[in-house]
Protein backbone atom coordinates (compact mmCIF):
# COMPACT_ATOMS: atom_id res chain seq x y z
CA UNK A 1 0.00 0.00 0.00
CA UNK A 2 2.61 2.51 -1.00
CA UNK A 3 1.75 5.70 -1.83
CA UNK A 4 3.99 5.53 -5.16
CA UNK A 5 1.38 2.97 -6.12
CA UNK A 6 -1.09 4.15 -9.33
CA UNK A 7 -5.10 4.07 -8.10
CA UNK A 8 -7.34 4.83 -11.35
CA UNK A 9 -10.66 5.84 -10.58
CA UNK A 10 -13.90 5.37 -13.25
CA UNK A 11 -16.37 7.72 -12.75
CA UNK A 12 -15.68 11.42 -11.71
CA UNK A 13 -19.20 12.23 -10.21
CA UNK A 14 -19.73 13.35 -6.75
CA UNK A 15 -18.61 9.97 -5.14
CA UNK A 16 -15.31 9.79 -8.15
CA UNK A 17 -13.93 13.32 -7.59
CA UNK A 18 -14.35 13.21 -3.56
CA UNK A 19 -12.59 10.07 -3.22
CA UNK A 20 -10.07 11.43 -5.85
CA UNK A 21 -9.58 14.78 -3.66
CA UNK A 22 -8.87 12.65 -0.09
CA UNK A 23 -6.67 10.30 -2.09
CA UNK A 24 -4.26 13.06 -2.97
CA UNK A 25 -4.87 14.77 0.19
CA UNK A 26 -3.24 11.48 1.09
CA UNK A 27 -0.43 11.47 -0.77
CA UNK A 28 -1.76 8.64 -3.47
CA UNK A 29 -0.93 8.61 -7.38
CA UNK A 30 -4.53 9.19 -8.72
CA UNK A 31 -5.88 8.92 -12.60
CA UNK A 32 -9.69 9.69 -12.50
CA UNK A 33 -11.17 8.29 -15.86
CA UNK A 34 -15.31 10.05 -16.83
CA UNK A 35 -17.10 9.16 -19.49
CA UNK A 36 -18.76 12.59 -19.86
CA UNK A 37 -17.16 15.77 -21.14
CA UNK A 38 -15.90 18.30 -18.02
CA UNK A 39 -19.30 19.60 -16.67
CA UNK A 40 -17.41 22.55 -15.88
CA UNK A 41 -17.19 23.69 -19.56
CA UNK A 42 -20.46 21.78 -20.77
CA UNK A 43 -24.03 21.47 -19.41
CA UNK A 44 -24.45 17.62 -18.94
CA UNK A 45 -27.83 17.64 -16.73
CA UNK A 46 -29.64 16.40 -19.54
CA UNK A 47 -32.44 15.56 -17.45
CA UNK A 48 -30.92 13.97 -13.84
CA UNK A 49 -31.40 15.80 -10.76
CA UNK A 50 -30.47 19.14 -11.01
CA UNK A 51 -30.25 19.78 -7.24
CA UNK A 52 -29.96 17.41 -4.15
CA UNK A 53 -30.74 17.36 -0.35
CA UNK A 54 -27.53 17.51 1.61
CA UNK A 55 -27.21 16.72 5.11
CA UNK A 56 -24.95 15.61 7.90
CA UNK A 57 -23.59 12.79 6.60
CA UNK A 58 -22.82 14.40 3.86
CA UNK A 59 -20.90 17.01 5.36
CA UNK A 60 -19.09 14.97 7.44
CA UNK A 61 -17.13 14.34 4.28
CA UNK A 62 -16.86 18.12 3.54
CA UNK A 63 -15.35 18.21 6.97
CA UNK A 64 -12.86 15.48 6.27
CA UNK A 65 -11.70 17.30 3.24
CA UNK A 66 -11.50 21.03 4.54
CA UNK A 67 -14.51 22.43 2.18
CA UNK A 68 -17.36 22.81 4.65
CA UNK A 69 -17.52 26.59 4.68
CA UNK A 70 -17.16 26.62 0.73
CA UNK A 71 -20.03 23.70 0.25
CA UNK A 72 -22.26 25.84 2.58
CA UNK A 73 -21.96 28.58 0.66
CA UNK A 74 -23.85 26.55 -2.16
CA UNK A 75 -27.04 25.54 0.07
CA UNK A 76 -30.21 26.90 0.77
CA UNK A 77 -31.44 25.13 4.28
CA UNK A 78 -34.71 23.57 4.25
CA UNK A 79 -36.33 23.36 7.23
CA UNK A 80 -38.89 21.15 6.89
CA UNK A 81 -41.35 19.56 3.95
CA UNK A 82 -44.38 21.99 3.11
CA UNK A 83 -47.20 19.81 2.12
CA UNK A 84 -49.60 20.66 -0.74
CA UNK A 85 -52.74 19.35 -0.38
CA UNK A 86 -55.81 18.88 -3.36
CA UNK A 87 -57.34 22.54 -3.34
CA UNK A 88 -53.92 24.20 -2.72
CA UNK A 89 -53.54 24.41 0.95
CA UNK A 90 -50.25 24.26 2.40
CA UNK A 91 -48.65 23.37 5.87
CA UNK A 92 -45.04 22.95 7.05
CA UNK A 93 -43.66 19.69 8.77
CA UNK A 94 -40.59 20.39 10.45
CA UNK A 95 -37.73 17.88 10.07
CA UNK A 96 -36.98 18.20 13.48
CA UNK A 97 -38.15 19.51 16.94
CA UNK A 98 -34.63 21.25 17.18
CA UNK A 99 -33.90 24.55 15.57
CA UNK A 100 -30.37 23.38 14.30
CA UNK A 101 -31.23 20.32 12.62
CA UNK A 102 -32.26 20.84 8.62
CA UNK A 103 -31.54 19.45 4.80
CA UNK A 104 -30.24 21.62 2.59
CA UNK A 105 -31.04 21.59 -1.46
CA UNK A 106 -27.88 22.03 -2.77
CA UNK A 107 -26.74 22.32 -6.79
CA UNK A 108 -25.08 18.81 -8.16
CA UNK A 109 -23.56 20.77 -10.98
CA UNK A 110 -21.74 23.51 -8.91
CA UNK A 111 -21.27 21.04 -6.08
CA UNK A 112 -19.05 17.92 -8.50
CA UNK A 113 -17.75 21.29 -10.06
CA UNK A 114 -16.05 22.35 -6.56
CA UNK A 115 -14.85 19.17 -5.69
CA UNK A 116 -13.03 18.61 -9.19
CA UNK A 117 -11.73 22.33 -8.96
CA UNK A 118 -9.89 20.59 -5.12
CA UNK A 119 -8.93 17.50 -6.17
CA UNK A 120 -7.17 18.68 -9.14
CA UNK A 121 -5.02 21.74 -7.15
CA UNK A 122 -3.13 17.91 -6.23
CA UNK A 123 -0.47 17.24 -8.47
CA UNK A 124 -0.76 13.53 -7.84
CA UNK A 125 -4.60 13.93 -9.51
CA UNK A 126 -5.02 13.70 -12.74
CA UNK A 127 -8.53 13.78 -14.14
CA UNK A 128 -9.56 12.63 -17.85
CA UNK A 129 -12.80 13.37 -19.76
CA UNK A 130 -14.66 11.40 -22.92
CA UNK A 131 -13.39 8.43 -21.37
CA UNK A 132 -16.11 5.51 -21.46
CA UNK A 133 -14.81 2.14 -19.61
CA UNK A 134 -16.08 -0.50 -21.95
CA UNK A 135 -14.77 -3.39 -19.27
CA UNK A 136 -12.17 -3.80 -16.08
CA UNK A 137 -10.01 -7.30 -16.01
CA UNK A 138 -9.79 -7.16 -12.19
CA UNK A 139 -7.41 -9.98 -12.59
CA UNK A 140 -4.65 -8.10 -14.33
CA UNK A 141 -5.62 -4.76 -13.06
CA UNK A 142 -6.52 -3.52 -16.06
CA UNK A 143 -9.74 -1.37 -17.77
CA UNK A 144 -10.48 -0.77 -21.16
CA UNK A 145 -11.81 2.16 -22.49
CA UNK A 146 -12.92 4.14 -25.45
CA UNK A 147 -12.16 7.86 -26.27
CA UNK A 148 -15.11 9.80 -27.19
CA UNK A 149 -13.28 12.55 -29.06
CA UNK A 150 -10.42 10.29 -31.35
CA UNK A 151 -12.70 6.88 -31.41
CA UNK A 152 -9.37 4.95 -30.43
CA UNK A 153 -9.76 2.08 -27.52
CA UNK A 154 -6.94 2.24 -24.85
CA UNK A 155 -6.00 -0.08 -21.67
CA UNK A 156 -5.42 1.40 -18.52
CA UNK A 157 -2.98 -0.23 -16.30
CA UNK A 158 -2.77 0.50 -12.00
CA UNK A 159 -2.24 -1.61 -8.96
CA UNK A 160 -5.58 -0.61 -7.65
CA UNK A 161 -8.82 0.49 -9.34
CA UNK A 162 -11.73 1.85 -8.08
CA UNK A 163 -15.11 2.02 -9.95
CA UNK A 164 -17.75 4.94 -8.52
CA UNK A 165 -18.72 5.13 -12.22
CA UNK A 166 -22.47 4.73 -11.00
CA UNK A 167 -25.61 2.51 -10.70
CA UNK A 168 -24.35 1.37 -14.75
CA UNK A 169 -21.01 0.47 -13.48
CA UNK A 170 -18.84 -0.69 -16.01
CA UNK A 171 -16.69 -3.01 -13.18
CA UNK A 172 -19.81 -4.47 -11.54
CA UNK A 173 -21.06 -5.77 -14.90
CA UNK A 174 -17.59 -7.05 -15.32
CA UNK A 175 -17.38 -8.83 -12.53
CA UNK A 176 -20.78 -10.51 -13.13
CA UNK A 177 -20.09 -11.40 -16.69
CA UNK A 178 -16.42 -12.90 -15.98
CA UNK A 179 -17.95 -15.54 -13.78
CA UNK A 180 -14.42 -15.91 -11.95
CA UNK A 181 -15.47 -16.04 -8.52
CA UNK A 182 -19.13 -16.15 -6.76
CA UNK A 183 -20.59 -11.99 -7.30
CA UNK A 184 -24.18 -11.63 -6.37
CA UNK A 185 -26.10 -8.99 -7.93
CA UNK A 186 -29.88 -7.28 -7.35
CA UNK A 187 -31.45 -4.91 -9.28
CA UNK A 188 -34.95 -4.18 -8.21
CA UNK A 189 -37.14 -1.13 -10.07
CA UNK A 190 -40.29 0.61 -8.54
CA UNK A 191 -43.08 0.29 -10.92
CA UNK A 192 -42.64 4.08 -10.75
CA UNK A 193 -40.86 6.41 -12.59
CA UNK A 194 -39.41 10.21 -12.43
CA UNK A 195 -39.74 13.08 -14.66
CA UNK A 196 -37.87 16.15 -13.96
CA UNK A 197 -39.41 19.70 -14.30
CA UNK A 198 -39.36 22.96 -12.93
CA UNK A 199 -40.87 26.53 -11.63
CA UNK A 200 -38.86 29.44 -12.90
CA UNK A 201 -38.11 32.55 -10.54
CA UNK A 202 -40.25 35.87 -10.68
CA UNK A 203 -39.28 38.13 -13.16
CA UNK A 204 -37.22 40.16 -10.19
CA UNK A 205 -35.53 36.89 -9.36
CA UNK A 206 -37.74 35.90 -6.14
CA UNK A 207 -38.82 32.72 -5.80
CA UNK A 208 -42.57 31.63 -6.36
CA UNK A 209 -43.30 29.85 -3.17
CA UNK A 210 -42.02 29.04 0.00
CA UNK A 211 -38.10 28.81 -0.12
CA UNK A 212 -37.03 27.07 2.71
CA UNK A 213 -38.96 23.71 2.34
CA UNK A 214 -39.23 20.50 0.45
CA UNK A 215 -42.16 20.97 -1.16
CA UNK A 216 -44.17 17.93 -1.32
CA UNK A 217 -47.52 17.17 -3.16
CA UNK A 218 -48.61 13.58 -2.10
CA UNK A 219 -51.42 11.98 -4.13
CA UNK A 220 -51.41 8.35 -2.40
CA UNK A 221 -49.44 6.57 -5.42
CA UNK A 222 -48.27 9.20 -6.96
CA UNK A 223 -46.75 12.78 -6.13
CA UNK A 224 -45.07 15.83 -7.20
CA UNK A 225 -42.12 17.24 -5.22
CA UNK A 226 -39.54 20.63 -5.72
CA UNK A 227 -36.59 21.78 -4.48
CA UNK A 228 -35.25 25.31 -4.55
CA UNK A 229 -32.21 26.71 -6.48
CA UNK A 230 -29.80 29.14 -5.66
CA UNK A 231 -31.17 31.31 -8.69
CA UNK A 232 -34.78 31.10 -7.46
CA UNK A 233 -36.04 28.59 -9.52
CA UNK A 234 -37.27 25.43 -7.98
CA UNK A 235 -36.74 21.76 -9.27
CA UNK A 236 -39.82 19.71 -9.64
CA UNK A 237 -39.85 16.07 -9.94
CA UNK A 238 -42.75 14.08 -10.55
CA UNK A 239 -42.73 10.50 -9.40
CA UNK A 240 -45.56 8.26 -11.27
CA UNK A 241 -46.55 4.88 -12.27
CA UNK A 242 -45.78 4.48 -15.66
CA UNK A 243 -48.58 2.22 -16.49
CA UNK A 244 -50.95 1.57 -13.55
CA UNK A 245 -54.02 4.44 -12.32
CA UNK A 246 -55.77 6.74 -14.13
CA UNK A 247 -52.87 8.90 -14.95
CA UNK A 248 -49.72 7.33 -15.83
CA UNK A 249 -46.51 8.34 -17.60
CA UNK A 250 -47.26 6.03 -20.86
CA UNK A 251 -50.94 7.49 -21.36
CA UNK A 252 -49.65 11.63 -20.20
CA UNK A 253 -48.96 11.39 -23.87
CA UNK A 254 -50.89 14.91 -25.27
CA UNK A 255 -50.50 18.70 -24.12
CA UNK A 256 -54.36 18.40 -22.97
CA UNK A 257 -53.96 15.23 -21.12
CA UNK A 258 -50.76 16.79 -19.17
CA UNK A 259 -52.91 19.82 -18.77
CA UNK A 260 -55.93 17.84 -17.05
CA UNK A 261 -53.87 15.83 -14.42
CA UNK A 262 -52.19 18.71 -13.15
CA UNK A 263 -55.32 21.03 -12.90
CA UNK A 264 -57.17 17.87 -11.18
CA UNK A 265 -53.94 17.29 -9.03
CA UNK A 266 -51.34 19.67 -9.08
CA UNK A 267 -53.51 22.99 -9.43
CA UNK A 268 -51.10 24.94 -7.20
CA UNK A 269 -47.95 24.18 -9.15
CA UNK A 270 -49.25 24.57 -12.36
CA UNK A 271 -50.29 28.00 -11.52
CA UNK A 272 -46.90 28.89 -11.16
CA UNK A 273 -45.44 26.17 -13.74
CA UNK A 274 -46.38 28.06 -17.71
CA UNK A 275 -42.77 26.59 -18.99
CA UNK A 276 -44.79 22.82 -18.18
CA UNK A 277 -45.78 21.36 -21.00
CA UNK A 278 -42.04 22.23 -22.77
CA UNK A 279 -40.56 20.46 -19.41
CA UNK A 280 -42.63 17.81 -19.91
CA UNK A 281 -42.22 16.61 -23.13
CA UNK A 282 -38.50 17.78 -23.66
CA UNK A 283 -37.33 15.84 -20.61
CA UNK A 284 -36.83 11.99 -20.31
CA UNK A 285 -39.05 9.25 -17.97
CA UNK A 286 -36.53 7.39 -16.07
CA UNK A 287 -36.63 4.60 -14.11
CA UNK A 288 -35.80 4.26 -9.96
CA UNK A 289 -34.02 1.26 -8.91
CA UNK A 290 -32.53 -0.49 -6.20
CA UNK A 291 -29.38 -2.11 -6.22
CA UNK A 292 -27.59 -4.47 -4.10
CA UNK A 293 -24.21 -6.69 -5.00
CA UNK A 294 -21.92 -8.59 -3.07
CA UNK A 295 -18.71 -8.80 -3.19
CA UNK A 296 -17.80 -5.38 -3.73
CA UNK A 297 -13.66 -5.84 -3.93
CA UNK A 298 -11.96 -8.56 -6.03
CA UNK A 299 -9.28 -9.28 -4.27
CA UNK A 300 -6.41 -6.31 -3.59
CA UNK A 301 -7.08 -5.57 -7.26
CA UNK A 302 -10.79 -3.72 -7.52
CA UNK A 303 -13.41 -1.99 -5.29
CA UNK A 304 -16.88 -1.06 -5.88
CA UNK A 305 -18.06 2.45 -4.15
CA UNK A 306 -20.71 4.68 -4.20
CA UNK A 307 -23.90 3.53 -6.42
CA UNK A 308 -21.96 1.30 -8.14
CA UNK A 309 -21.66 -0.87 -5.22
CA UNK A 310 -25.39 0.47 -3.67
CA UNK A 311 -27.76 2.42 -5.92
CA UNK A 312 -30.63 3.22 -4.14
CA UNK A 313 -34.14 5.68 -4.98
CA UNK A 314 -33.77 9.34 -3.55
CA UNK A 315 -36.83 9.40 -1.12
CA UNK A 316 -34.93 9.70 1.82
CA UNK A 317 -32.43 12.19 0.22
CA UNK A 318 -29.44 10.25 1.15
CA UNK A 319 -28.20 9.04 -2.24
CA UNK A 320 -25.27 11.37 -2.25
CA UNK A 321 -25.00 11.49 1.82
CA UNK A 322 -24.30 7.56 1.66
CA UNK A 323 -21.54 7.80 -1.19
CA UNK A 324 -20.07 10.54 0.25
CA UNK A 325 -20.13 8.52 3.88
CA UNK A 326 -18.59 6.20 1.73
CA UNK A 327 -15.14 7.88 1.45
CA UNK A 328 -15.49 8.93 4.98
CA UNK A 329 -16.03 5.22 6.10
CA UNK A 330 -13.12 4.22 3.82
CA UNK A 331 -10.55 6.85 5.06
CA UNK A 332 -10.83 5.43 8.41
CA UNK A 333 -9.82 1.99 7.15
CA UNK A 334 -6.76 3.60 5.69
CA UNK A 335 -5.85 4.87 8.82
CA UNK A 336 -5.44 1.66 10.40
CA UNK A 337 -2.79 0.67 7.97
CA UNK A 338 -3.62 -2.82 7.64
CA UNK A 339 -1.05 -3.74 5.10
CA UNK A 340 -2.41 -4.83 2.09
CA UNK A 341 -5.29 -4.18 0.10
CA UNK A 342 -7.18 -6.59 0.18
CA UNK A 343 -7.55 -6.79 3.57
CA UNK A 344 -8.20 -3.16 3.24
CA UNK A 345 -11.26 -3.41 0.90
CA UNK A 346 -12.45 -6.44 3.19
CA UNK A 347 -12.38 -4.97 6.48
CA UNK A 348 -14.07 -1.65 4.41
CA UNK A 349 -17.12 -3.74 3.47
CA UNK A 350 -17.41 -5.79 6.32
CA UNK A 351 -18.24 -2.82 8.43
CA UNK A 352 -19.95 -0.55 5.63
CA UNK A 353 -22.00 -2.52 3.69
CA UNK A 354 -24.52 -3.57 6.29
CA UNK A 355 -25.37 0.55 6.65
CA UNK A 356 -25.75 0.51 2.59
CA UNK A 357 -28.47 -2.23 2.76
CA UNK A 358 -30.12 -0.30 5.68
CA UNK A 359 -30.45 3.04 3.85
CA UNK A 360 -31.78 1.10 0.84
CA UNK A 361 -34.61 -0.12 3.05
CA UNK A 362 -35.34 3.09 4.47
CA UNK A 363 -35.50 4.69 1.21
CA UNK A 364 -38.42 2.34 0.18
CA UNK A 365 -40.03 2.87 3.30
CA UNK A 366 -39.93 6.31 2.66
CA UNK A 367 -41.07 6.40 -0.86
CA UNK A 368 -44.22 5.44 0.75
CA UNK A 369 -44.53 7.66 3.53
CA UNK A 370 -43.73 10.79 1.23
CA UNK A 371 -46.63 9.98 -1.53
CA UNK A 372 -49.10 8.78 0.89
CA UNK A 373 -48.91 8.83 4.59
CA UNK A 374 -47.76 11.86 5.16
CA UNK A 375 -51.83 12.27 4.57
CA UNK A 376 -53.32 10.45 7.01
CA UNK A 377 -53.91 11.70 10.34
CA UNK A 378 -52.46 8.99 12.54
CA UNK A 379 -48.84 9.71 10.82
CA UNK A 380 -49.37 13.66 11.59
CA UNK A 381 -49.88 12.82 15.12
CA UNK A 382 -46.99 11.12 15.28
CA UNK A 383 -44.93 13.94 13.63
CA UNK A 384 -46.19 16.53 16.62
CA UNK A 385 -45.67 14.26 18.99
CA UNK A 386 -42.20 13.64 17.61
CA UNK A 387 -41.71 17.20 17.16
CA UNK A 388 -42.38 18.13 20.52
CA UNK A 389 -40.16 15.09 21.89
CA UNK A 390 -37.49 16.56 20.39
CA UNK A 391 -37.82 20.48 21.27
CA UNK A 392 -38.84 19.44 25.02
CA UNK A 393 -35.87 16.36 25.42
CA UNK A 394 -33.08 17.97 22.28
CA UNK A 395 -30.55 14.84 24.42
CA UNK A 396 -33.25 12.04 25.10
CA UNK A 397 -35.40 11.56 21.65
CA UNK A 398 -34.87 11.65 18.43
CA UNK A 399 -37.39 10.60 15.18
CA UNK A 400 -36.39 7.65 13.20
CA UNK A 401 -35.63 10.45 10.39
CA UNK A 402 -33.44 12.88 12.89
CA UNK A 403 -31.57 9.13 13.66
CA UNK A 404 -31.10 8.44 9.65
CA UNK A 405 -30.43 12.32 8.81
CA UNK A 406 -28.97 14.06 11.86
CA UNK A 407 -27.04 11.41 13.79
CA UNK A 408 -23.95 10.57 11.44
CA UNK A 409 -22.05 9.22 14.65
CA UNK A 410 -24.19 6.34 13.99
CA UNK A 411 -24.83 3.89 10.81
CA UNK A 412 -27.48 3.47 8.98
CA UNK A 413 -28.55 0.16 10.14
CA UNK A 414 -28.55 1.45 13.80
CA UNK A 415 -30.73 4.12 13.07
CA UNK A 416 -33.30 1.87 11.05
CA UNK A 417 -33.68 -0.56 14.20
CA UNK A 418 -34.16 2.29 16.40
CA UNK A 419 -36.54 4.35 14.25
CA UNK A 420 -38.53 1.76 13.16
CA UNK A 421 -39.01 0.28 16.64
CA UNK A 422 -39.96 3.92 18.01
CA UNK A 423 -42.07 4.57 15.33
CA UNK A 424 -44.25 0.90 15.30
CA UNK A 425 -44.14 2.05 18.99
CA UNK A 426 -45.67 5.23 18.52
CA UNK A 427 -48.49 4.54 16.20
CA UNK A 428 -49.50 1.28 19.00
CA UNK A 429 -49.87 3.65 21.30
CA UNK A 430 -51.76 6.36 19.52
CA UNK A 431 -54.05 3.63 17.84
CA UNK A 432 -54.95 2.17 21.42
CA UNK A 433 -54.78 5.52 22.92
CA UNK A 434 -52.38 4.93 25.60
CA UNK A 435 -50.58 7.94 24.93
CA UNK A 436 -52.16 11.53 23.45
CA UNK A 437 -50.31 14.80 22.21
CA UNK A 438 -51.81 16.60 25.42
CA UNK A 439 -50.32 14.75 28.07
CA UNK A 440 -47.19 14.83 29.81
CA UNK A 441 -44.23 14.86 27.75
CA UNK A 442 -42.19 13.12 30.25
CA UNK A 443 -44.29 9.95 30.94
CA UNK A 444 -44.93 10.17 27.29
CA UNK A 445 -40.95 9.98 26.53
CA UNK A 446 -41.10 7.20 29.27
CA UNK A 447 -43.14 4.99 28.01
CA UNK A 448 -42.05 5.33 24.16
CA UNK A 449 -38.31 4.43 25.61
CA UNK A 450 -40.08 1.09 27.36
CA UNK A 451 -42.05 -0.19 24.40
CA UNK A 452 -39.58 0.84 22.06
CA UNK A 453 -37.02 -1.41 24.19
CA UNK A 454 -39.49 -4.46 24.05
CA UNK A 455 -40.18 -3.75 20.43
CA UNK A 456 -36.38 -4.52 19.96
CA UNK A 457 -35.68 -7.07 22.17
CA UNK A 458 -38.26 -8.86 20.80
CA UNK A 459 -36.93 -8.60 17.45
CA UNK A 460 -33.31 -9.73 18.85
CA UNK A 461 -35.24 -12.97 19.86
CA UNK A 462 -36.82 -13.57 16.61
CA UNK A 463 -33.50 -12.40 14.88
CA UNK A 464 -34.67 -9.89 12.94
CA UNK A 465 -32.29 -7.16 13.47
CA UNK A 466 -28.89 -9.12 13.18
Known amino acids: MSKQQNILIIGAGLCGSLLALRLGQRGYNVSVYEMRPDLRKVDISAGRSINLAFSNRGNKAMKLVGLEDKVKALCIPMNGRMIHDEHGNTFQSNYSGREHEYINSISRGELNALLLDEAEKHKNVNIHFNKKCKSVDFEKTTALFKDYNSKDEFVEDADIIIATDGAGSAMRKSYYLGKKFLFSFSQAYLTHGYKELSILPKENGDYKIHKNALHIWPRGSFMLIALPNLDGSFTVTLFLSYDEGEYNFNNLTTE ?3 LEFFQNQFPDALAVMPNLLEDFFENPTAPLGTIKCSPW ?21 QGM ?31 RKKDTDAIADLA ?3 FHEMKGHVNHAIFQEKRKLEMALEKEFPNAYSSKYSLVTFNEAIGYKEAMLKGR ?20 LKDILDK ?11 DRIAGLNQ
Open 421 to 440: AQDKAIINMLSDKEIDIKGN
Open 448 to 458: VKTETEAILED
Open 321 to 351: NASFEDVVEFDKVLDQNLGDWETTFKAYENT
Open 364 to 366: IDN
Open 256 to 258: DKV
Open 297 to 317: HYQGNTLLMGDAAHAIVPFYG
